[in-house]
């Protein structure tokens, strides 16, 4: 007895709803054998890890404060893998971003204020991304260059060169030694949207760019040469739209994406610009986009289930001495198990009896 | 003669920086060839070098941890090879979720291990031969794992281009439907192939933390499992052109950490970028001479037998 995978001849809907819940449930379930394995009463883990951030307020507000750059970078990389275009570098582009849009806040430091310096914060984080996503993007176009292999080596030259600036020519003068800039004013920093806690009104900016996207891609034109260079580049070609502009659009818009989540964090939640400012962001991302069905209300979803695996680490990490770097491997799983899931989204699993070679000849199709 | 001496050391360090490149490099090279594109190799590395540490610290023995390594690397390989050669998911996707989760694990493996040292794996010395200048320690003082990789290339070399198990894999990755029509089991190949590139990370992994660093620290491979992917495409698919590409990269880095040491007040970080630089750059011209040529024409797509 075999199995063999059949093609659909339609995608199912129930399927593409079923299949990301199939694997956050299969998630849970590998989790909590890891958390046998790793010596610790599973039940306890588990509530530890996933039920109890969901029952107090604050935590609450911080799931959301985490959710919110997942939120925007995987919004960007939906963009990008509708055209079919690689982009795992946002690690980067959220970097540039932030590097970009503190030039502003150190500038204005400790000056006069002005209710400009925020907005142009922002701005220059979402060029400052664009920018640096627009390497790889001209990389491919010009010289053919693999935008998968050139926007991931970007990430590391970024992350080297904030580095370098808040240990050398960004750092603190008062700031004891430590490899940090100035802490940002008032009037450089994202306003919080209630007393207590660290919600913040990049919140707000993420929603609007939630519909503005989901506008873009399902309503207009260019989100449809977006979806058609992606999943039939031949046909986009005879249609007239060009593949050049496409995959210069999708960069510019994630990575600008990605470079404004930058700047939302370290002028939000961090406050100044240090030698680590994502805890993979941008690389967390990648799955909230392929969790979240490459549409943007579903990365909402996928953003959150996503940001919830960053709490609960962190709560593991204190409560039950684990390392945080479970929250890597859950994340790794949760991939895993949506890309296996989706296999009976696109396919029929079929039973069959007789070795597959002679089954096929009587099961012959068109 | 001070002068030999240094340029000596500097050559010995180049190999022994080239060497997880290279080993890497030639098993993502017959995954590829065999037309599954595994970006999964950074996370196969790095469990290979936490697995590959831990079993070489409890045990005491170095071989062993070098053989856990392999198995490591192997069995991440496997999670890959379920995903996108059984489950025909994306090969891109599933590379990554390889990646991440490997990254995970070897963190957890790696976690009590933190601050611990081992006794480097040793070099081989040989009487007279070691001591000649500037060649003898490059040549004759190397650690295993220098001469398991040229092995390993001339292996993979002869292998794929000589053999009819070679002659097999290439035809499963430039055409797989012509390759299942003639019979070849395509996915059991594939596997196979796949396999193989884990080992080989493992075992590029298990040198980083026995031999070059022979300590633990989580990020250790620091992303030279995307270089030895980008090596590949240097080498246009090309198993010698790989030994050219390895050795570059690693006086690139070498290189690096020297003028670092000299302190002519290059901003150290500037330098530390550089091996990723020089690798988009190599991407580039290579990619501009070659326009897409050399790559196995069924890289990166997924396979079903539907007849």
Known sequence: MRFKLERRETVSGLGLVAAPVIAVLATLLIGTAMFLVLGLDPLAAFRIYFIDPLTDPYTLQELVVKACPLLLIGLGLVFCYRANRWNIGAEGQYVAGAVLGSIVAIATNGGEGGWWILPAMLAMGAIGGALWGLVPAFLRVRFGASEILTSLMLVYVAQLGLDYLVRGPWRDPAGFNFPKSVSFDPAATVPLLMEDGRMHAGILIAIVVVIVAAFVLGRTLVGFSIELGGSAPRAAAFAGFDERRVTYGVFAVSGALAGLAGIIEVAGPIGNLQPSISPGYGFTAIIAAVLGRLNPFGVVLSSLVLALTYIGGEAAQISLKMPFDVTRVFQGTMLIAILAADVLVRYRVRRVEAPARDAAKVTAHA | ?307
């Not at chain 2, 081989?124 to 070691?130: A, D, E, K």
Request: hydrophobic share 55%.
């Open chain 2, 1 to 307: 003669m001070h002068d030999l001496t240094i340029l000596s050391a500097v050559l010995a360090s180049v190999v022994a920086a080239a060497t997880p490149l290279l080993i890497a490099a030639l098993g993502e090279l017959v995954a590829e060839r065999a037309g599954t594109l595994n970006l999964g190799v950074e996370g196969m590395m790095i469990i290979g070098a936490a697995v590959g540490y831990a079993t070489a610290y409890g045990s005491g023995s170095l071989v062993l941890g070098a053989l856990a390594g392999i198995l490591a690397g192997t069995a991440l390989s496997l999670v890959f090879a379920g995903l996108a050669v059984w489950l025909a998911a994306n090969q891109v996707a599933s590379g990554l979720a390889t990646t991440i989760l490997g990254l995970g694990l070897a963190g957890l493996i790696g976690a009590p291990f933190v601050g611990t040292k081992l006794t480097a794996v040793p070099q081989l010395n040989i009487p007279g031969l070691t001591d000649l200048p500037v060649i003898g320690e490059v040549l004759f003082g190397q650690d295993a794992f220098a001469y398991l990789s040229i092995l390993l290339l001339i292996l993979v070399w002869i292998g794929l281009g000589r053999t009819r198990l070679g002659l097999v894999v290439r035809a499963v990755g430039e055409s797989h439907s012509a390759a299942h029509a003639l019979g070849h089991p395509v996915r059991r190949i594939r596997t196979l192939a796949v396999m193989f590139g884990g080992a080989c990370a493992g075992l590029a992994g298990a040198q980083l933390s026995l031999a070059y660093t022979p300590f633990w620290a989580s990020d250790m491979t620091a992303g030279r499992g995307w270089i030895a992917l980008a090596l590949v495409v240097f080498s246009a698919w090309r198993p010698l052109w790989l030994l050219a590409g390895a050795y570059l990269f690693g006086a690139v880095s070498i290189l690096q950490l020297h003028v670092q040491g000299f302190g002519l007040g290059i901003p150290s970080q500037l330098l530390s970028a550089l091996p990723y630089l020089a690798t988009i750059s190599a991407l580039v011209v290579i990619s501009a001479l070659k326009k897409g040529h050399g790559a196995p024409a069924s890289l990166g797509v997924p396979f079903v037998p539907d007849r």
